[in-house]
């Protein structure tokens, strides 16, 4: 069985800060991890994901996040936020092949983006 | 490329009323999803489905069902509708690299 916990259900930030969103999760085979994006009202958008490779990932717009195998963690960080940043952030976890069929999600983090 | 997509996008229902929710994706996934999003409980699987002609049930199966006669659609269905299904509804796909998955946009839904 695979779990995530995203350890923050709100994380308020201002303007051109930095931030980082804790996500942790477990799982008894390889994993690939995501990160989703879900703007007031909308649906969920991939941010980015981790499949193998370099352990550092980045989006396209200044996010980026770090597998860590030791600490089973996947937590996502950018140096300076935006206003427009606000939103609520998924992290999720599924299997490479076979075992289950099953993404896993975290409850969410909403990250709030004061000026 | 539509992606996933969901009809109807808002709809009022009464108590006791029936409904489906149509799901359709053009990428050739075969594993797909249904979703409800309530405040503060994160996303809840309803019912999923491997694969054409197969679907299970998920964490919250309760009062809905589901139907996977064509690869591209996954219909969710909502026989007797209660108040407690007022909810945002969202359908997902996964495959290609890394099994990525897809979300639509998501189904307004007030049960009055």
């Known amino acids: 069985a695979q779990s995530v916990t995203q350890l923050d259900s709100q994380v308020p930030v201002f303007e051109e800060a930095p931030v980082e969103l804790r996500c942790n999760y477990s799982s008894s085979v390889s994993v690939y991890l995501f990160w989703y994006v879900q703007y007031p009202n909308q649906g969920l958008q991939l941010l980015l994901k981790y499949l193998s490779g370099s352990t550092l990932v980045e989006s396209i717009n200044g996010f980026e996040a770090e597998f860590n195998k030791s600490q089973t963690s996947f937590h996502l960080r950018k140096p300076s936020v935006h206003i427009s940043d606000t939103a609520e952030y998924f992290c999720?976890?599924?299997?490479?092949?076979?075992?289950?069929?099953?993404?896993?999600f975290g409850r969410g983090t909403s990250l709030i983006v004061h000026p | 490329n539509a992606g996933v997509t969901q009809t109807p996008k808002f709809r009022v229902l009464k108590t006791g009323q029936s409904m489906t929710l149509l799901c359709a994706q053009d990428m050739n996934h075969e594993y797909m999803y249904w979703y409800r999003q309530d405040p503060g409980m994160g996303l809840r699987l309803i019912h999923y489905?491997?694969?054409?002609?197969?679907?299970a049930k998920g964490e919250v199966p309760d009062g809905y069902n589901v139907s996977r006669l064509k690869k591209q659609n996954f219909l969710l269905g909502l026989e007797s509708a209660a108040p407690s299904q007022t909810s945002v509804y969202f359908c997902a796909s996964r495959g290609g690299p890394g099994n990525t998955i897809y979300f639509g946009e998501g189904s307004w839904l007030t049960v009055v």
């Open positions: 999720a976890v599924t299997s490479p092949s076979g075992g289950s069929y099953i993404p896993t």
């Open positions: 489905s491997v694969g054409e002609g197969t679907t």
